[in-house]
């Protein structure tokens, strides 16, 4: 599938493919300064290690580690656009959860879906305002983690947003390098009712899965499944 490119002023860029449209570039304007806490994305950080150190590892699906599994599961279905789902993980003092998925076909591509509280810090502003800051803090987690050593390297391949069942979304593909291995990872943010949605995917770093249409698709997929169901979450 091809994407095409209309630019729809000098600061943005709309990525036009059927169903939705992902905007490339910085939005107008500056956003707020908020002291977010970082507890949220510290589980972005050792997931992604966690999901690169996996890779090319065979599992099979782990069980519900806490008390009780979200009630959520009960609306998902195991398979999501291709990926299967290996498990989920419920977080202390009402941190939220996370699913893991793998992807059925294709090697070593694996996913993660963290469902957590906003921020406290971050409330008082926009639903826009505070997707955009969380996905900043995101990524400002990561050059935090690269400067301690735990990336060699990174960069950012492109950033952008799009609208998933009326909610405002961003995503942003990154390039790792970790122990000479080389990754890419994918970080979508969304948020609804006082609760916010990180899905972070890894996998190699090559040309077939930095152009994946089907990465775009999961991720609107779940995003619009969780956000359906988000009082059950």
């Given amino acids: 599938m091809q994407t095409r490119c209309s630019r729809i002023g000098r600061r943005d860029v709309v990525l036009n493919r059927p169903g939705h449209k992902i905007r490339i570039g910085s939005r107008a304007g500056p956003l707020p300064k908020v002291n977010v806490k970082p507890i949220h994305h510290s589980w972005l950080i050792a997931s992604i290690a966690l999901l690169c150190a996996c890779s090319g590892m065979t599992e099979k ?73 969380m996905s900043m803090r995101a990524l400002r987690d990561i050059q935090t983690a690269r400067a301690r050593g735990v990336y060699a390297d990174y960069s950012i391949i492109h950033s952008g947003s799009f609208e998933i069942d009326g909610s405002y979304a961003t995503r942003t593909d990154i390039a790792l390098l970790r122990d000479a291995f080389a990754s890419v990872a994918l970080l979508f943010l969304t948020e609804r009712e006082g609760r916010l949605l990180t899905l972070r995917m890894t996998m190699p770093d090559n040309y077939a899965n930095r152009h994946h249409d089907n990465w775009q698709q999961f991720a609107e997929t779940v995003f619009g499944l969780i956000l359906k169901n988000i009082e059950r979450g």
Wanted: charged content about 20%; aromatic content about 8%; hydrophobic content about 40%.
């Fill in 61 to 133: 699906p782990q069980l519900i580690v806490g008390d009780v599994a979200p009630e959520i599961l009960q609306r998902l279905p195991s398979n999501i656009d291709g990926f299967l789902y290996r498990g989920a993980r419920n977080y202390p003092a009402s941190l939220g959860y996370s699913l893991r998925y793998r992807h059925g076909e294709i090697p070593d591509v694996d996913a993660e879906v963290l469902v957590s509280p906003v921020p406290q810090e971050a409330v008082a502003y926009s639903h826009i305002e505070r997707v955009d800051l």
